[in-house]
T-cell receptor, first 113, second 114 residues
Framework: TQLLEQSPQFLSIQEGENLTVYCNSS?????LQWYRQEPGEGPVLLVT???GGEVKKLKRLTFQFGDARKDSSLHITAAQPGDTGLYLC?????????????WGLGTSLAVNP | KAGVTQTPRYLIKTRGQQVTLSCSPI?????VSWYQQTPGQGLQFLFE???????NKGNFPGRFSGRQFSNSRSEMNVSTLELGDSALYLC?????????????FGPGTRLTVL
C-alpha cells in the first residue's frame, strides 16, 4: 500500500509568517491534489498538479509537484488567520483498471493573529 | 449549484446497533465516494459508486456497505457498530468515475458510538 507522509503534522505560526508543508512518498503518482479542511466541514480542493516539476500558484499559495512525481510542497506566503485549517494531500494511483486516491494524514495549521 | 449534502450531521449510537447515512451529490455528478476520517488514521477510503455500481472498494470489513440509487444519491450502512467506528464519515461526489478526479466533499456525518 502506498503511503503519503505529510510534514510537519502540526504548525502554529504568527500572522505574516511564511511556511512550507511537505507531502512525500516513495511511489510515483499520476497526479496529486491538495485540499484544505476547516473544522466541521469536508475538505475543499485547492489544486491538482499533474506534470513533474509543475508549479501552480493560488494567490499566496504556491504548489509544486516533484520532478519524479513522488512528492509535493505547499508554500504559503504571509499567512493569515483565514489560512488556518487541515491541509491534506492526496495522490492518485492506477493499478490496472483500479484507480484510487492515497491520502496523507494532513498538516494542521494554526495562524495566530 | 447546490453542494454535496449529507444527513444526518450528527449521530449517536450504541455498540451493536446499525446506522444508515445518506449523501446527495452535486446535481449531474454520477460518482459518489465514501470516506472515514479519524484523527489517528486520517481519511480512509470506503468505496466508490458510479451509476449504481460499486467501482472501487477500500479495506473495510463487510459490516460497511453502501448503495447508489438511480438519482445518484447514495447511502452507507454500518451494521453491528463498534466503538472504533466513531468517526467523521465524508461523502464526495465527482462528475466522472475514478477517485483521482476532483472530489467535492460534503460536510460529513459525525458518528459517535457509545
Amino acid at each position: 500500500t502506498q503511503l503519503l507522509e505529510q510534514s510537519p503534522q502540526f504548525l502554529s505560526i504568527q500572522e505574516g509568517e511564511n511556511l512550507t508543508v511537505y507531502c512525500n512518498s516513495s511511489s510515483v503518482f499520476s497526479s496529486l491534489q491538495w485540499y484544505r479542511q476547516e473544522p466541521g466541514e469536508g475538505p475543499v480542493l485547492l489544486v491538482t498538479v499533474v506534470t513533474g516539476g509543475e508549479v501552480k500558484k493560488l494567490k499566496r499559495l504556491t504548489f509544486q509537484f516533484g520532478d519524479a512525481r513522488k512528492d509535493s510542497s505547499l508554500h504559503i506566503t504571509a499567512a493569515q488567520p483565514g489560512d488556518t485549517g487541515l491541509y491534506l494531500c492526496a495522490g492518485a494511483e492506477h493499478a490496472g483498471n483500479n484507480r484510487k486516491l492515497i491520502w496523507g494524514l494532513g498538516t494542521s495549521l494554526a495562524v495566530n493573529p | 449549484k447546490a453542494g454535496v449534502t449529507q444527513t444526518p450531521r450528527y449521530l449517536i449510537k450504541t455498540r451493536g446497533q446499525q446506522v444508515t447515512l445518506s449523501c446527495s451529490p452535486i446535481s449531474g455528478h454520477r460518482s459518489v465516494s465514501w470516506y472515514q476520517q479519524t484523527p489517528g488514521q486520517g481519511l480512509q477510503f470506503l468505496f466508490e459508486y458510479f451509476s449504481e455500481t460499486q467501482r472501487n472498494k477500500g479495506n473495510f470489513p463487510g459490516r460497511f456497505s453502501g448503495r447508489q440509487f438511480s438519482n445518484s444519491r447514495s447511502e452507507m450502512n454500518v451494521s453491528t457498530l463498534e466503538l472504533g467506528d466513531s468517526a467523521l464519515y465524508l461523502c464526495a461526489s465527482s462528475s466522472i468515475a475514478g477517485v483521482n478526479n476532483e472530489q467535492f466533499f460534503g460536510p460529513g456525518t459525525r458518528l459517535t458510538v457509545l
